[in-house]
């Protein structure tokens, strides 16, 4: 099994999910490609914990305006209707309920919506961010990830063996290899990889794979 | 995105019986005096909605804005820090009768509370009250060995703001002193609904100059010639 | 025992003892008149609750802005360095111990600094406003009252038997005969009106007046 | 009222060894370089302050900033969110090495506990990490059947920030996202010492523009041609 999606595909997947006019966190990293992809005539809002609502992509190199950084540090620009506050107000933000949709990252998510993705274990220096904030936050909170780990091992798991970053909070994972919803404490196939056969989805996945109606081809189109 | 609405009638439309209001505003400066009346406009169309919760700092002046919805009778409690005024005869009359029902609570309590509401915190320690008989029946903790009250977080179904500027996609700035409660409230309601004196394109207020983010607020209605309620206190106006 | 200090000399005197550039909020009503007689030099910065710092005197008669009003609803100024804030962070203020100074009226004062002055019983409509806050922040809480009720009873008392606003918050009294810390848990005198003897004060005091040091004599000049 | 000192050694002046600092700043923006580098060169000049506690998002970035004052020898242990950065040689070499202890904190719940610390609330409960080792120890509530992590409030000795405008009275203003936990923290510490890109006389600052009131801030001085912190990490600058 070679095929998978990139994770531009990745993206492109979640961000066709996310409604037009959605105010939506993308986590640092890999989920901040999602908002490359939003489908034409439709504008989220992006937010940022460290205080801005509706910013735009990085500006050209040597444009960079240093106060004008996303979660990551990295340069952004403004779009019209943007607003600065402080990091108590952003968090009422989060905490309160008041985002759409928050993104992000996995190194494990459990069939309950457990979610792993601060912490590879005692040895690293630990560091959490706002993740732990953003998972009780969202109104849904999806996670995109590759289906396994580097070595081959399922990052869809029974059980979370590595710190959680927060309990039964996780409602979709789009993978490399599929989209999976969370229901009920069950992993519910809902799209997967049309060259992939539902027993070889399953032997990468590490709890079983409930089937819930149609099972829809996952198709993404090239992009980077 | 464009979160105008054509009309006061569109702007409040939605607010059901026994629903849970919060009204921006502390004594006139603030107050959203032409989304009231179109709430009461509702009432007398149709009788409803009644049974209303509503929480404010105050509980109504004159026969205006808030004491004309008490006086209307679409009002079953008032949440709020201070129910007298230079005319509190509406909610005083109903109050005495037992037509109404009271939650006092203390100022900065209230404003945190509906803080707390909006930023997702369920609950919270305050020395406020510790010791009265407002934090009756309240969990008591000590936290480096002074007592401190624990207060719950006050949410609504709705609530009514005025604003300054509001951008269509519901940046809002407010006017001096009329600021107080209404920031907390967007936060705290799940529908915000802000009648706003000027309404302007995406860009038209500084990003730094917001006050409100969009994010809280559902609709704006533009009420170019919105009156001031204490002003019209002093002009003996009524809402009948 | 005519002779007593009126309204406008109980505030000019606890005026005296408000410092150059304290921060200080004036509960409403009697209290608002402590502005009125900061001495020469000396410029304290008024708070109110309703979410202005730096608020000046009032208007002139017809020159009212009633979006910019203190806490008891009375048209103000802006002086240079004034700033607007919302409820929340106008209470974080106040809570948060960074007033120096709150001065409120008072229905009764206990020698352990208890203060009742929010409500008359049970059977008025209760209203408490900021009062129970301002009594918990502020680094230095004074009362400003008659030293007796209309009909002659004590104010400063053993027990306070109207509902309370706060325990044990009082640290200074000043009333029409006399200024009077609270340390201790008991009434210490400090100053008392020249004309007046000691059993005569203690005759309309509800508790007993310590004497430690000095008893000077209270005197304010005749203002309005 | 005058709280401007002339230099930014006397803004520093008074900050003693065990201390606790919060520093504002996300990343490079908002962070106070040239008043972090002022107190590096007291503490080279005279071995104090030492032993400090550093409350700020991050763990330092290169050799510059709070990274400086780890590889000085100045910070006995760090409190944020995220101790890792472009370069986050300084801390991670003291922390492998055991010479730095760390304390985690999510960066919501360690916004709100410095929140909490300036505003006189001792605790408050949030969901945030609930059931995860950060949660461990900590009491725990439901409140209408959901589970709660009681958090403290966190306050400073000292605060450390740096502002766009300052007016003679404290009052700031902040540029773009470089506001961040800055207004936070100016209200969380007993002295809050800030350095301004230009102070002007009251009156300077729109009051509807002020972002951290007079009332939270004890020093400003002026640095006009203070360096952004990211900025100079690009030039591959030192503090040494």
């Known amino acids: 099994m070679t095929e998978k999606l990139s994770n531009a595909q990745i993206a492109w997947r979640a961000a066709q999910d996310i409604e037009d006019e959605a105010y939506v966190n993308l986590g640092i990293g890999f989920p901040e490609m999602v908002a490359k992809f939003q489908p034409p005539g439709r504008q989220a809002i992006f937010h940022t914990e460290n205080g801005i609502l509706n910013f735009g992509e990085s500006p050209a190199a040597g444009e960079e305006d240093w106060d004008l950084i996303n979660a990551g540090k990295k340069a952004v620009t403004l779009k019209p209707g943007a607003a600065f506050f402080n990091h108590a107000d952003s968090f009422a933000m989060v905490r309160g309920g008041h985002l759409d949709v928050a993104i992000l990252g996995a190194y494990e998510v459990a069939e309950n919506g457990d979610l792993a993705n601060w912490s590879t274990g005692p040895k690293g220096i630990p560091a959490v961010g706002g993740a732990m904030d953003l998972v009780h936050g969202a109104k849904r909170v999806a996670v995109i990830t590759d289906h396994v780990t580097k070595d081959g091992r399922p990052k869809l798991v029974k059980h979370c063996t590595l710190p959680l970053t927060g309990l039964a909070c996780v409602t979709r994972v789009y993978t490399s290899l599929a989209v999976i919803d969370i229901e009920g404490g069950r992993f519910v196939l809902r799209e997967k990889l049309p060259g992939l056969s539902l027993e070889q989805l399953q032997a990468v996945t590490g709890a079983e794979l409930v089937i819930a109606g149609t099972v829809a081809d996952l198709v993404a189109p090239e992009v980077s | ?240």
């Open chain 2, 1 to 240: 995105m464009d979160k105008t609405v054509a009309d006061l009638a569109a702007a409040v439309a939605g607010i059901e019986d026994g629903m849970v209001l919060m009204i921006g505003g502390f004594g006139g400066a603030g107050a959203p005096i032409e989304l009231i009346h179109a709430l009461i406009d509702r009432f007398k169309a149709t009788g409803s909605p009644k049974n209303l919760t509503v929480v404010n700092n105050n509980a109504g002046n004159g026969r205006i804005g808030i004491a004309a919805m008490i006086d209307a009778g679409m009002v079953a409690k008032m949440i709020c820090s201070f129910p007298r005024s230079a005319d509190p005869r509406a909610f005083t009359e109903k109050y005495l009768a037992g037509e109404i029902a009271l939650e006092v609570v203390p100022q900065g309590t209230l404003a945190e509370r509906i803080r707390a509401g909006g930023a997702g915190i369920p609950a919270f320690y305050t020395p406020t009250s510790f010791g009265t008989d407002l934090a009756k029946g309240k969990p008591v903790a000590e936290f480096e060995g002074r007592p401190y009250v624990q207060e719950r977080w006050l949410k609504a179904d709705v609530a009514l703001l005025k604003a300054e500027l509001a951008d269509t996609q519901g940046n809002l700035t407010y006017r001096k002193a009329a600021r107080n409660f209404s920031p907390l409230m967007a936060a705290a309601a799940a529908v915000t609904v802000v009648q706003a004196t000027k309404v302007v394109e995406p860009g038209g207020i500084d990003p730094e100059a917001v006050i409100t983010p969009g994010i809280f607020v559902t609709r704006v209605v533009e009420v170019a010639d919105a009156r001031q309620e204490e002003a019209l206190m002093r002009e003996g106006a009524a809402y009948a």
